[in-house]
């Protein structure tokens, strides 16, 4: 039996005068799981030993998702819009002004990690900062409408910019 996987006997009743009690049992190796049945049938009590096998996971196909059919409809119909390059998409976009500044975009140095952590320890000492609770609800949002996106990424590239203006 492959690691990881184990049989699973989860119905061995006892009778204990009028009170019945269910024993589950894990046993990772499959070959033995008769033998193990046959133990427990031969226990004082027992009135009936089951087997029941744990499910496989099913593996996630994304071939299966309702939103793979439908982009697989939408080439089948033509409904699709090519681009040379990510850059002519983000022209196509309206946010080549955003990928001139990309490129400006280079590693920190050492004085300047440290100044960032500097104006994050007195940021947090001072109250400026969000609680997680304040943040999560905005990462709970499972699909955002491409303006949604747009706007936070363009947020989070604004503080980076802003940080890198105040060190």
Not at 52 to 57: A, I, M, R, T
Not at 124 to 142: C, I, L, N, Q, W
Request: overall charge negative.
């Amino acid at each position: 039996m492959p690691a990881g996987n184990k049989a699973v006997l989860p119905a061995l009743t006892l009778q204990n005068d009028r009170i019945m009690a269910t024993v589950i049992l894990q046993v990772p190796d499959e070959s033995l799981v008769s033998k193990v049945k046959q133990a427990c049938k031969m226990l004082m009590g027992v009135t009936s030993v089951k087997v029941q096998k744990e499910p496989k996971e099913e593996e996630f196909d994304i071939t299966k998702t309702k939103a793979f059919q439908e982009a697989l409809e939408d080439v089948k119909h033509g409904r699709v819009t090519t681009y040379d390059s990510v850059d002519e998409f983000f022209k196509e976009m309206g946010i080549e002004a955003e990928l001139a500044r990309e490129k400006e975009l280079k590693p920190y140095t050492m004085e300047e990690i440290n100044a960032r952590i500097d104006k994050a320890e007195r940021d947090s000492a001072e109250g400026r900062y969000r609680t997680h609770d304040e943040v999560f609800p905005d990462m709970k949002k499972e699909f955002y409408t491409p303006e949604e996106t747009y706007e936070l990424v363009m947020k989070d590239v604004r503080a980076i910019y802003d940080m890198q203006d105040a060190v």
